[in-house]
Nanobody, 125 residues
Framework: QAQLVESGGGLVQAGDSLRLSCAAS????????MGWFRQAPGKEREFVAG???????NYASSVKGRFTISRDNAKNTVYLQMNSLKREDTAVYSC???????????????????WGQGTQVTVSS
């Protein structure tokens, strides 16, 4: 079992930057893919970015070039650096972990095994 705890959310202005962190803890789990999803009010949860244990990354087209995902395998921690934030980035951001083996960076919700509680990111104009 793994527990995921996010941190770093908050209220910022459009154009600002924010860095989210997510630390995984628990007993005997693998961290093949760690990722970030977000859910805005009235919308479905959507994939934002993911990173494989090998370092391969995948991004949603809406954040590509603005967001950067990285991870520290020794700390079982994943980060999301968000630059040039827009109002439409406002959402609850959740960290996700896939502990089953995979060679690809999946973008599908049901491919992930563990989820964090989420952290609110609000971007004002």
């Amino acid at each position: 079992q793994a527990q995921l705890v996010e941190s770093g959310g908050g209220l910022v202005q459009a154009g600002d930057s924010l860095r989210l962190s997510c630390a995984a803890s628990g007993r005997t789990f693998s961290t093949y893919v760690m990722g970030w999803f977000r859910q805005a009010p009235g919308k479905e949860r959507e994939f934002v970015a993911g990173i494989h244990y090998s370092g391969v990354t995948n991004y949603a087209s809406s954040v590509k070039g603005r967001f950067t995902i990285s991870r520290d395998n020794a700390k079982n921690t994943v980060y999301l650096q968000m630059n040039s934030l827009k109002r439409e980035d406002t959402a609850v951001y959740s960290c996700a972990l896939r502990s089953r083996y995979t060679s690809t960076v999946t973008t599908l919700l049901d491919e992930f095994d563990y989820w964090g509680q989420g952290t609110q990111v609000t971007v004002s104009s």
